[in-house]
Each structure stands twice: as structure tokens, then as C-alpha cells.
């Protein structure tokens, strides 16, 4: 037993004296990811990236970390120098701020005591310029009167990845200018409205070119800006009042819905019909010019040669004098001014005789053959249409099916059935004036085909559009395709 308890003793002894060798543990570090993508930033703005370095083995100290920029100098990396721990991790953050616009990356070498050497990395990144729309870049206000201010709205989308900031909008003529304090902020994605303003001195024709400034990486936008301009313009602009005639046309006072050319005149000291003429054609003016007024009792203010004035003229069957009584004793029995000789068709009733305002009544009031004519159910343009239904005739023989709502039934290109023309007039008695037409901005693009639109039906395509080449597409209406 003491023999085996010795021999037990003794064998590690005679291990330690062995060949058997245990040798030392290796470090290794590597890089994760070995590629890493900054994604998409606004020029001048910042972003970060990390990378993981991973340590297999002892601590291992960082040396150095060097980053190789192929394209600018936009990717760096921090001071510090990282002790990976055992087994464990440190992060290195890569930090890209691009000053110009581009795809940019950079090559990354961390050096370190570990055993397997430099270990690389690749970072790449892209600056994007900031992008904005502007619509529209012609813009009509329309009529503005002396001491008036006139104002319209420029829009301004950011379709770009950064912020943009409206500097200014500066105008050639000072007459024009911008009512928003300026610089404005207009964050990605968003939309600012901007107001320009005319303060007119005349009404004469004025236009200006301002110059829209979006900041420095941004070609300052031109705005065309115009008022008082009828040879371009959208008629329903020039129609203040919103009674179907323009100002560039025949309405007088462009304030009052109830004066136009369409209006009947009613004694009132105010010309509503736009013909230059105050009251014409009512009882208290003169109309056939003999020096007395229906008021004032010419009892037939058509005829010039019929007033208390003159003197009878025998066998003409007139009342000349208007004292009841004609020629030779012949009695006016309705004292109307006319006998039946003289055209009265009702001699007998007053209200009825030639040179009589027409009522709506079923009665030939004065007497021409014609019923109700010149009233408002009476078509008398000839155009097949009343101002006022049911419609009861038509000075066109032809006319079938008579419809209501004339809304100038003194002229013959004006009626619900018939097309608009290029007159600044409503021809179509829709509420609208000129629409359809080449005078017309009918996509609200700042643009008629007058003003130079190649389709007023998309509001993309105008001459203040940018023409994106190869695209098949004239967006400028240059008449080519391409910038």
C-alpha cells in the first residue's frame, strides 16, 4: 500500500516533465458590416452610420482609423481610439455631411494590435439638391382701377428632400410687389402660398417679371405677372360684377350686376343699357326729340311730329296736338293719341296703340302685328330663346321649340344653345365668359392658348414649364422636346 500511494504522488510530477506544450490565444478583430449605405440626404445636412467592431481573443487596442474619401471629403470618422474587451465589441460611428450634391463613399481601415491585421470597410452615402415647383409663372389680376390694389397667389411646392427658404420675389416694376415677410421657411413635402400685389396708378396695361429666389441651390424662378391687359386675358377676370359682360367689351359700370347692354333703361338718371343714352325709351324722355316727354304729355313719343306743341295736321288721321281729338272732329276715344285710322288697333282702350311699351299679356299693345314682343317671353333676337319662359314667339319664323334663360336677348350670339366666342361676352348665358376659348385659361395653368398654351387642358404643359428632354412631350410649347 505504501508503495501504490508514492507512485500516486509522483505522477504529476512526471507530467510537468513531459514534451506536452500549451500554447498562447490568438486575437482576432473584424468589421461589421463591411458595407455600410448612408441612404439619401439633403445637400448640407448631416447623418450617421455605425460600425461594429467584433473581438475574438484578448482585449485589443485600436490604433488607428483611417478613412479614404474617393469621392469629397464628406465621410469622417472620430478621434477616439477604442480598447475592443475581450470577446466583446466597440462601435466606430462614420459621420456624413455633404456639401455638393452626388453619390460619394469612402474606404475604411481600422488598424489594431490584433493578429489578423488591418481589417477594411466601405461606406458610401448621396446628397440630393432640394427641388421646388412654382405654378403659376403667369399670372393675371385681372382689372385693378387707380388707387385699387389687385393681388394673385404664386404657389410653391417642395418637392425636394431638404427645406427650402423663399428669399425674395423681386419685381422690374415697383408697382408690383410681394405682400409676405420674407425669408420663409418651407419645410419638404410642404407648400407656401405667396401673395402679389399691384397697386394701380392708371388703367392702363402693366406687367412686370419678378424674380423668385428658393435659395442657393435653386435657379431663381421668373414670375410674369400682368393686370388691365384685355388682348390675353380670361374674360370671366374682366367681368367684375358677374352679369356676363366684360369690362373689355360693353359694360359701362363693371360694379352693378343690373348694368349692361342687356338691361332695359327705366327713368332713373342712370344709363343701364351701356349706350351712352339716360332713360331712353321711358315715359320721362324724350324720344322722338320734339322737346316733351311722355311725362310731360306727348301723347305719342314716337313720332316727332305728335306733342301739345304742334299744331293739327287735318286728314292724317293723328292726333298731332294731343288734345283728344283728330283732324276734322274725329274723336281718339281712348285718348291714346290715335284714332283707327291712324293705326289704333283698340280704339277703345287706351293702353293700346303703335308706340306703346309691349306687355306680357296675350294683347298686340302696340299695335305692330305682334304679341307680347320686346318682353321677356318673347324671342326677339331671332336666336330661339326667351329671357324669360314659357316663351311665347320668336321674331324667327323658323325657330321650332323655343327655350328660356336668354340672358341678352337683344343679341343674337347670345343663348343658352349657343357656343362661347372670343368677345368677353357669355354667350352660352352660363355664368361664364370666354371658357373654351383660346382667350381662356381653361386648365388654371396662368396660360390661354392666346397667351401661348399648346394645351389648355393640362396644366403641365405651358410656356413656363421645364421640358424634360426624350420624354415625347412639349411641355414648354416650344414646339420641340427637350430644354
Known amino acids: 500500500m505504501r508503495r501504490l500511494a508514492l507512485l500516486v504522488a509522483l505522477l504529476p510530477l512526471a507530467a510537468c516533465g513531459s514534451d506536452v506544450a500549451v500554447g498562447a490565444i490568438k486575437s482576432k478583430l473584424t468589421i461589421e458590416p463591411s458595407f455600410v449605405d448612408a441612404g439619401q440626404i439633403p445637400v448640407n445636412s448631416v ?46 460611428t462614420l459621420t456624413y455631411s455633404p456639401s455638393v450634391p452626388g453619390r460619394h463613399w469612402a474606404n475604411i481601415t481600422v488598424y489594431s494590435d490584433a493578429e489578423n491585421g488591418a481589417q ?112 390675353t386675358a380670361a374674360g370671366a377676370l374682366y367681368d367684375l360684377d358677374g352679369d356676363g359682360y366684360s369690362w373689355c367689351n360693353a359694360d359701362c359700370n363693371d360694379d352693378d350686376g ?22 331712353e325709351t321711358t315715359a320721362c324722355y324724350d324720344d322722338d326729340g320734339d322737346g ?25 288721321g293723328i292726333d298731332d296736338d294731343c288734345d283728344g281729338t283728330t283732324d276734322y272732329g274725329d274723336t281718339d276715344i281712348d285718348r291714346d293719341g290715335f284714332t283707327g285710322s291712324a293705326g289704333d288697333c283698340e280704339p277703345e282702350n287706351g293702353d293700346v296703340h303703335p308706340g306703346v311699351r309691349e306687355l306680357i299679356n296675350g294683347v298686340d299693345d302696340d299695335c ?32 321650332g321649340a323655343l327655350i328660356a334663360d336668354d340672358c341678352d336677348d337683344g343679341n343674337a350670339l347670345v343663348a343658352p344653345s349657343l357656343s362661347e366666342l372670343e368677345d368677353f361676352v357669355d354667350n352660352d348665358c352660363d355664368g361664364d365668359v370666354d371658357e373654351g376659348t383660346s382667350r381662356s385659361d381653361d386648365d388654371g395653368d396662368g396660360y390661354s392658348e392666346l397667351g401661348g398654351d399648346c394645351d389648355d387642358a393640362d396644366p403641365t404643359r405651358n410656356p413656363g414649364e421645364v421640358d424634360w428632354p426624350s420624354d415625347g412631350i412639349d411641355q414648354n410649347c416650344d414646339g420641340a422636346d427637350g430644354f
Do not use: M, W
Open 47 to 92: 447623418t450617421q452610420v455605425e460600425l461594429l467592431l467584433v473581438n475574438e481573443g484578448p482585449e485589443v487596442q485600436v490604433n488607428e482609423v483611417r478613412v479614404d474619401n474617393e469621392e469629397g471629403g464628406f465621410f469622417t470618422a472620430g478621434e477616439e481610439l477604442p480598447l475592443v474587451p475581450k470577446d466583446g465589441s466597440e462601435v466606430i
Open 120 to 231: 477594411f470597410a466601405q461606406a458610401i452615402g448621396e446628397a440630393l439638391l432640394p427641388a421646388a415647383r412654382v405654378y403659376p409663372d403667369h399670372i393675371d389680376l385681372g382689372r385693378v382701377r387707380p388707387d385699387e390694389v389687385g393681388e394673385g397667389v404664386v404657389t410653391v411646392v417642395n418637392e425636394g428632400a431638404s427645406d427650402l427658404e423663399v428669399g425674395s420675389l423681386a419685381f422690374d416694376d415697383p408697382r408690383f410687389s410681394l405682400v409676405d415677410v420674407t425669408p420663409i421657411a418651407v419645410p419638404s413635402g410642404a407648400t407656401v402660398e405667396l401673395t402679389v400685389a399691384f397697386a394701380a396708378t392708371n388703367e392702363e396695361v402693366a406687367s412686370s417679371v419678378g424674380t423668385l429666389s428658393l435659395g442657393d441651390f435653386i435657379v431663381p424662378v421668373s414670375v410674369f405677372v400682368k393686370a388691365n391687359d384685355c388682348s
Open 258 to 279: 343690373l348694368i349692361n347692354p342687356s338691361v332695359l333703361e327705366v327713368c332713373d338718371g342712370v344709363d343701364q343699357d351701356c349706350d351712352e343714352l339716360i332713360d
Open 292 to 316: 316733351l316727354s311722355e311725362d310731360e304729355g306727348d301723347c305719342n313719343d314716337a313720332l316727332s311730329g305728335v306733342s301739345p306743341d304742334v299744331a293739327e295736321d287735318y286728314g292724317n
Open 368 to 399: 305692330n302685328g305682334l304679341i307680347d314682343d320686346t318682353t321677356t317671353a318673347y324671342d326677339d333676337d331671332g336666336d330661339c330663346a326667351c329671357e324669360i319662359g314659357p316663351c311665347v314667339g320668336s321674331a324667327e319664323a323658323s325657330c
